[in-house]
Structure formats: structure tokens, C-alpha cells
């Protein structure tokens, strides 16, 4: 009996290793760059972190090519970035009722931005639409976590999108009167990936040797 059961384990696990070799999630590029809010009890504050990682804005966003398992699927044929995340800065002691908002007020056209989480937890992401993107809502509740949002532009270029952080009504996301707000604003280019770029240097290398 005790054979038998050990029998059906291990083909179950045969079968979970199976289906993860065939997923294709998102690339992750770059170092995290963390987008740190605090609530003071009065106060909300953003700001963007240049003291744990140095590396200037705006950051790449790149194609890789990738068909990817879904639902990270609506990132195909898009240069994509995950290197920003929503981070709480110490403690964060919200008053009953009230959560932080994370509002898109204005953005890059074609910019789309995809609900994420921690980082290196890929399989776990909706991928849903948030900030606006495909209709939906512009304004967005952050749980607390780290969240690291998919960021996708159409084409090469420049990309931007400014965001309102306020404290609300956890249901709503009404703005509660009496409590400060605050904004920022990320910043993308994006950029050919390196792999798209060495294939142009090999046949730039081709179509020298062949003149020869
Ligand atoms: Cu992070």
C-alpha cells in the first residue's frame, strides 16, 4: 500500500516539472528600482530610490521576442519593463477604512501597464489591465507589498506616465479629506534588446566578408 502511494507522488511530480519547462514568463532586466511611499499619519509621500540603486531614469523597456504562457500573453510583441516597484518605506499604519491609491493621471499614448507583484513570482501575476489600460480603472489599491507593475510600450521610444498617491476610502478610492497626496513620475526608453542588437552586428560581419 505504502508502495503504491509512493509510486503515484512521484509521477505527479513528473507531470508538475513537465508543464513548468513548457511555460515562457516575462524576462525580468535590470535591478529592481523601488518607488518608496510612506504615510506619516497625515501624509502620503513618493518618491523614487536612487540610494539602494543608483541607475538613472528612465529606465529600458525591451522586446525579447518571447510567446508568452498566459496570461502574460498580452505582453507579446511589446518592449516591456518590470525594473519599478511600489514599496512601503518603513511602517505604514493606515487609519481604519482607508487604503493608498495609486492614481494614473497622465501617460505616454500606447503606454499599458499590467498588475504584477513580487518580482521573481511571475506565475503568480494576473497580467490584468490596471492604470487606465483597456479600459480599466484609472486608479488602483496597492495592498502594501512590493509590487512590481508590466509596463509595455508598442514601439521604440520615449514613455512616461505620472501617478497620483493618495489615501482613500478602502472601498471606493474616494480621496479622504484632511490627508496629504503626492505624485511622481516614471520614466521609460524603450530600446532594442542586447540579442537584437548582436544579430544586427553578425550580418553587418556577413555583409562585409561577402564584399571581400
Ligand atoms: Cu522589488
Known amino acids: 500500500m505504502l508502495h503504491t502511494m509512493k509510486i503515484v507522488s512521484a509521477a505527479a511530480v513528473v507531470v508538475v516539472a513537465g508543464s513548468a519547462g513548457a511555460q515562457v514568463w516575462p524576462n525580468v ?3 529592481m528600482k523601488h518607488v518608496h511611499i ?3 499619519g497625515t501624509n502620503v509621500g513618493v518618491e523614487i530610490d536612487f540610494m539602494i540603486n543608483p541607475e538613472p531614469t528612465p529606465l ?3 522586446n525579447h521576442g518571447l510567446s508568452h ?3 502574460a500573453d498580452v505582453l507579446d510583441g511589446k518592449y516591456v519593463s518590470s525594473q519599478y516597484g511600489f514599496l512601503a518605506d518603513g511602517f505604514i499604519n493606515l487609519p481604519q477604512g482607508s487604503a493608498i491609491w495609486i492614481e494614473m493621471t497622465s501617460a505616454t499614448a500606447g503606454l499599458d501597464i499590467y498588475e504584477g507583484g513580487m518580482r521573481n513570482m511571475r506565475p503568480m501575476h494576473t497580467y490584468a489591465p490596471i492604470f487606465g489600460t483597456g479600459g480599466s480603472s484609472s486608479a488602483w489599491k496597492w495592498n502594501g507589498m512590493m509590487h512590481h507593475p ?4 508598442p514601439s521604440l521610444g520615449a514613455f512616461d506616465a505620472t501617478f497620483n498617491v ?3 476610502d478602502e472601498t471606493t478610492g474616494a480621496p479622504l479629506s484632511g490627508f496629504g497626496m503626492d505624485s511622481v513620475t516614471l520614466d521609460w526608453n524603450a530600446i532594442p534588446a542586447p540579442g537584437s542588437a548582436v544579430v544586427l552586428v553578425m550580418g553587418g560581419i556577413a555583409c562585409a566578408r561577402r564584399r571581400r
Open 60 to 62: 529600458p523597456m525591451m
Open 38 to 40: 510612506t504615510f506619516d
Open 150 to 153: 508590466w509596463v509595455a510600450a
Open 29 to 31: 532586466d535590470g535591478a
Open 69 to 71: 504562457t498566459a496570461p
Open 166 to 168: 493618495y489615501l482613500g
